[in-house]
C-alpha cells in the first residue's frame, strides 16, 4: 500500500487541491471540469476541521481529497472522494471510511435515526461507480450538462404580457428569488429548504456569484419565476452557465422557463461567451430536458448520482 498521511486540508491548499481534482477529470472525461476559484469556494464551504480530508504521499503531494457536506439540518449529505489515477486502493478505502463514518456522526449529532450519503460520479467512469455499488450505494438519478454555442449575437426575446425583469440587486429582490427557488424546487431530487440568510450567504461567499445576472420576473407585479446566472464557466470555458432556472407552480404553463433561457442566450452572447450551459436531473418532476433541448441545446456529458441510507 502507498504510504501516506491523511491531515485536515487548510485555505492555503487550493491549488494542490484543484491540481489533483483536474487530473483526475482528465483521466475520467479529458479536460479538467473545476477551477481554482471553485475549489477556494468548496473550502470556504466546508467546515474543514471536521468534515474534509487530505492524503499526501511521503513527498506531500495530494493524492486523495475526500469531504462531507451537510444539506441544511436535513438527515441528508452530499459526498466525495478523489483519488488521484495510480494511486494505491489503499488511499481510496481510507477516505471511505473516514466519509461514511463522519456521516454517521453527523446523524448522531444532528438528532436523525439515520443518513443519507449523496455522491456524483461521472457516467464515464465506471470504476468509480462500481467502487460505489460495491459500498452499498445504488444509482438515484442523473444528471444532464447541456450547452449551445453561439456564432454571432443572439436575439433578446420578447417577454410575454405582463412580464417585468429585475436583476437581484436589492434584498427585496433577492427575498422574492430565494422563495422562488424555495418553492419551485420542493419536490426536486435531493432538494433541502434553506432559510433566506443561509442562502444568501452561501450565493454571497461565492466567487462565480454576479447578483446582475440573477433575474428575477414578475407578472403583473407578482414574482412569478427566476434565471440565476454564474461565472462558473467564464474563467476556463468562456461559457455562461444557469445556475438556476425556476417558475412558481401557480405560474406554470406560460412559457416563462423558455422566455428567461432564451434571455440567458441573449445575455451570454452580448457578454462575449461562446456558449451557455446548464445542468438538469433527468428525472425533473417538471419536463425541464425537453424544454432546453427544443431550445437548441445538447448533452455535453452526464454524471449519475448514487445514494445510500445508513
Do not use: C
Not at 477556494?40 to 471536521?50: H, I, P, Q, V
Request: glycine letters at 10%; charged letters at 25%; aromatic letters at 8%.
Amino acid at each position: 500500500m502507498d504510504r501516506h498521511t491523511v491531515r485536515r486540508p487548510r485555505p492555503a491548499d487550493a491549488a494542490a487541491v484543484h491540481e489533483l481534482v483536474a487530473a483526475y477529470d482528465i483521466s475520467v472525461i479529458g479536460v479538467p471540469d473545476i477551477t481554482l476559484a471553485d475549489i477556494a469556494d468548496e473550502l470556504g464551504e466546508l467546515d474543514t476541521e471536521r468534515d474534509a480530508w487530505l492524503a499526501e504521499d511521503d513527498t506531500g503531494t495530494p493524492n486523495g481529497w475526500a469531504w462531507v457536506l451537510p444539506k441544511g439540518d436535513s438527515d441528508q449529505v452530499d459526498v466525495e472522494v478523489v483519488v488521484r489515477p495510480g494511486t494505491g486502493d489503499g488511499v481510496s478505502e481510507e477516505l471511505w471510511a473516514a466519509v461514511v463514518e463522519r456521516s454517521r456522526r453527523l446523524a448522531v449529532e444532528r438528532g436523525h435515526e439515520g443518513v443519507t450519503l449523496d455522491i456524483g460520479i461521472y457516467r464515464s467512469d465506471e470504476d468509480k461507480q462500481a467502487l460505489a455499488k460495491g459500498l452499498g450505494f445504488e444509482a438515484a438519478t442523473s444528471f444532464h450538462r447541456l450547452g449551445i454555442d453561439f456564432d454571432g449575437p443572439v436575439e433578446t426575446p420578447e417577454p410575454p404580457e405582463g412580464l417585468t425583469l429585475h436583476p437581484a440587486l436589492t434584498d427585496e429582490l433577492r427575498r422574492a428569488a430565494h422563495r422562488i427557488h424555495q418553492e419551485g424546487f420542493a419536490d426536486h431530487f435531493g432538494f433541502v429548504p434553506l432559510p433566506y440568510e443561509e442562502w444568501l450567504d452561501r450565493k454571497a461567499a461565492s466567487a462565480a456569484t454576479d447578483w446582475s445576472q440573477v433575474l428575477v420576473a414578475r407578472v403583473d407585479g407578482e414574482p412569478a419565476a427566476l434565471l440565476v446566472g454564474t461565472d462558473h464557466f467564464a474563467e476556463d470555458e468562456n461559457r455562461g452557465y444557469v445556475f438556476t432556472l425556476a417558475t412558481l407552480p401557480a405560474f406554470r404553463g406560460r412559457g416563462l422557463g423558455r422566455f428567461l433561457l432564451r434571455t440567458a442566450f441573449a445575455a451570454d452572447a452580448a457578454r462575449g461567451r461562446r456558449g451557455t450551459l446548464l445542468q438538469v436531473d433527468a428525472n425533473n418532476t417538471t419536463p425541464a430536458l425537453g424544454l432546453y433541448t427544443s431550445a437548441g441545446m445538447r448533452p455535453v456529458l452526464v454524471f449519475d448520482v448514487w445514494r445510500r441510507r445508513i
